[in-house]
Each structure stands twice: as structure tokens, then as C-alpha cells.
């Protein structure tokens, strides 16, 4: 129960933050209220509707009626509509609020934000006043997903800070970000990554359901048209005076999932993948993405909604890992496996740039957020960021350790994964 007097307060400091009895956040009232509620044609707000919060191969949560001030699904709607057009909106017609309300990413001289090296942006609070907004700003109901990703990069994997790279010794990052929907409508608030990453090079890649329907939709001239020459489709420079940092997004359309075997891959390799309100347990393709990123030490880390389904897929993880012993018998030496199979710790941590607000899911009243909750997955092993048991590299292959891989091995013969489908 300690986290719901968390996340209230985090909701109760904007102006907007109305807790209902039930100890939901009106959403779309509030967004009404700000005349930003609706299908196409609303922006970086602009959603499918329906009370569904993923567009496919989710279990549906809380009723299924709309009142007055929701949105009823709509036939066809496709994630990244805009980016079937020609080109990006700008800030006013993206946003569509009043230009002291919108964070924006052009500055008239001088006025750009301080340095973010200089400041110390760890919460929405710091976050606001960095940006020189007011808290009246609804820009948190959609700021979440890029500076999630910041929080994820920074303070779950630790593979970059603001303070870490100089002009001269510039560091290039390749994240690869997973199953993204009503984010594919908002591609230039990721530039956000490269104000609050001084001196940073982002490649940041995106794959998907929603992305494969998007570019293979894509028309000559349209801004998607581009992820088929293997061209980003958006990019942003940040000004000289806060790093001159770059960010370049890609769409990933050659296949709906992440898959390190397609060709594309051989010279992409990520630093890091992410993905937000993942879902771990509830779409296969997740088995191969977690098992990939434990063998390979690829940094993975993700967000949930609520705590208990974080703890859950905690706890699914060794499974999936017992379940792949066989297959990785031949391709792994004897002290990689047992390495692979030993103890780990997959920190859960209450994410502090969570979008403000309890979902209505009806009866559940433990917090329930978008972006809610991180999970470090794989982190920075090779910068010595690894938590969890003593690393067992360099374990030689004698019969005794031979012999505990076949008794692993034989635990996971009659073994299913049935029950995490």
C-alpha cells in the first residue's frame, strides 16, 4: 500500500491532478478539458480509442462501455498516421495547446534550457522547472514515454548520463526500442533524449506490430516511405550550447518482431532495448527477446503497469531460461551455461516519470500506471553493472560442472511453457 500515497503524489502537484472516489485519474476528462481528446487529427494525442490499452493480443481491462467522455474505438485507425503524410507537425499543430504549456524543441537564442549536465533532472518536478513550465502543462500525459526511456537508459541500465561525455569524447548509443503504438504519433518528443544527453549520438530503432502496418503502408513521398530505403524517419540536433546531440529514428518493416537473425540485424546490433508497458508474459515473442538478451548480455529493461504483474514475470524468467537448456547445450560451453543458469536479481523499481494518474481497471485499486514500474532485466554486465549470484565465467569444464548442466538439462525435458503463454 506504501506506493499509492507515492503515485497520488506524484499526480496531486500539477493543477490537473484530480483523484476520483474510486481513487482513479480522469484522463479523458482531463484531456477534454484541454480540447486535445480524440482520433485523427488531435496531434501527439490522437489514439485508436476503446478501453483496450494495447491494439492487439490483449486481454481487455475495465468496462467495456464509453461514456460521454471517452473515446469508442475507430475502424481502421493506424498508429503513426501522421507519418503517412509528407511531413512532421510542428509544435503548435502537434500539441495543440497554448505555447506556454508545450515543451518545446526550437529555441530563440539564448533561451534554450541550461545544460542538462548542470542540473539534476530525476523527477517530474525537476523535470518541469529544467523546461521552465508550469505545472498548469498537461505535456507529463505524453512526456512519460520519451523520458521513461531516459530513465530506463540512465538510472535502471546505467549506460549513459548526462555528465558522461565531453565535446571531445562524444559516445554513440544504439537503442532499440520494442512494441511502441500511440508512440509511433509523437516520434519528435524523443528528442527529449538528446537535450537530457549532452554530446550524445542516439540511433534509436523501433520495431513492432504497429511499426510493420505502418510502413507497409507507406506511400511515395510520405515520411514512412523512408524506413523502406532504410532512412530515419525523424531527426533532431540539439543546440551547441546543451551538447549538440543527435537523435535519429529508424522503423524497423521487415518483420512484426524483433528477431537478431534477419539480415538488417548483422550490423545493428543494440546497446540496449527497451520497451514500455510491456507485457512480458502475454506475447510469445517476448521468450526469444529475454533469452537472447541473457545470453548475448545485452542490457533489457522495461516498464509495467502494476508492481504484482512486474513481480510475476519476475519470477517467469528462470523458467524461460530452464526451459532453452537443451537448445543451448551444444552452442554453449559448460561454465557460459551454468553462468547463464545461476541466481539473478531483477530489481523492480516505482519509475518516477510514470504518466500521472491511476488507470480505471474497475475493482484493482493497487497502482496501476502507464509506465509505472521499471525492470531491469539485463544490466550493464559488462560495466560491471551486473546484480544478482557470483559469476561462475571461468568455471573450467570439469565432470562435476559437466554433470550439474545434465541435471539441468534432464529438468527441462517434460518442461512447458504453457502456462506463460
Not at 496531486?12 to 483523484?19: C, D, H, L
Not at 489514439?47 to 468496462?63: F, N, R, T
Not at 471517452?70 to 505555447?99: F, I
Not at 508497458?277 to 529493461?301: D, M
Request: hydrophobic share 35%.
Amino acid at each position: 500500500m506504501g506506493k499509492i500515497p507515492l503515485a497520488q503524489g506524484i499526480l496531486k502537484q500539477f493543477p490537473w491532478g484530480r483523484i476520483e472516489k474510486d481513487g482513479t485519474f480522469p484522463h479523458d476528462f482531463i484531456l477534454a478539458y484541454y480540447g486535445v481528446l480524440g482520433h485523427e487529427g488531435f496531434g501527439y494525442w490522437s489514439v485508436p480509442g476503446g478501453s483496450s490499452p494495447h491494439m492487439v493480443h490483449s486481454d481487455i481491462c475495465g468496462p467495456q462501455g464509453h461514456d460521454l467522455l471517452s473515446v469508442a474505438p475507430q475502424d481502421g485507425y493506424q498508429h503513426g498516421y501522421q507519418l503517412l503524410h509528407d511531413k512532421h507537425l510542428d509544435d503548435k499543430g502537434a500539441w495543440k495547446l497554448e505555447d506556454r504549456l508545450i515543451p518545446k524543441l526550437h529555441f530563440e537564442s539564448g533561451m534554450e534550457p541550461a545544460i542538462a549536465s548542470s542540473v539534476n533532472v530525476i523527477d517530474w518536478k525537476s523535470w518541469y522547472s529544467w523546461r521552465n513550465l508550469p505545472l498548469e502543462s498537461p505535456a507529463a500525459l505524453l512526456m512519460h514515454y520519451p523520458l521513461t526511456v531516459y530513465q530506463l537508459l540512465v538510472h535502471v541500465l546505467r549506460i549513459t548520463y548526462p555528465s558522461r561525455n565531453s565535446a571531445e569524447h562524444r559516445q554513440s548509443l544504439n537503442v532499440h526500442y520494442l512494441g511502441p503504438e500511440v508512440e509511433l504519433n509523437m516520434l519528435p518528443l524523443f528528442s527529449e533524449l538528446a537535450l537530457l544527453l549532452p554530446y550524445t549520438d542516439i540511433k534509436l530503432t523501433m520495431y513492432g506490430t504497429a511499426v510493420y502496418n505502418l510502413v507497409q503502408q507507406a506511400k511515395k513521398g510520405s515520411v514512412a516511405m523512408k524506413a523502406k530505403r532504410n532512412l530515419p524517419v525523424y531527426t533532431y540536433t540539439s543546440p551547441s550550447s546543451m551538447g549538440g546531440s543527435t537523435l535519429a529514428i529508424f522503423l524497423h518493416g521487415e518483420h512484426e518482431n524483433w528477431d537478431p537473425r534477419v539480415p538488417s540485424m548483422t550490423n545493428n546490433l543494440p546497446d540496449a532495448i527497451v520497451a514500455a508497458n510491456a507485457g512480458l508474459l502475454s506475447y510469445k515473442g517476448w521468450q526469444g527477446v529475454i533469452l537472447y538478451c541473457h545470453v548475448e548480455g545485452t542490457p533489457f529493461a522495461v516498464t509495467e503497469y502494476a508492481e504484482q504483474s512486474a513481480e510475476v514475470q519476475v519470477e517467469a524468467f528462470p523458467k524461460i531460461l530452464m526451459h532453452s537448456m537443451p537448445y543451448l547445450q551444444s552452442r554453449m560451453n559448460t561454465a557460459a551455461l551454468l553462468n547463464l543458469m545461476s541466481p539473478r536479481t531483477y530489481p523492480i523499481k516505482f519509475n518516477p516519470f510514470q504518466r500521472p494518474g491511476q488507470r480505471y481497471i474497475g475493482s484493482v485499486r493497487l497502482p496501476n500506471l502507464s509506465n509505472g514500474f521499471t525492470i531491469k532485466i539485463v544490466g550493464n554486465e559488462k560495466n560491471g553493472e551486473m546484480e544478482g549470484g557470483p559469476s561462475t565465467s571461468g568455471v573450467p569444464a570439469t565432470g562435476s560442472t559437466a554433470s550439474k548442466v545434465q541435471q539441468l538439462v534432464e529438468k527441462t525435458k517434460d518442461m512447458s511453457l504453457d502456462g506463460l503463454d
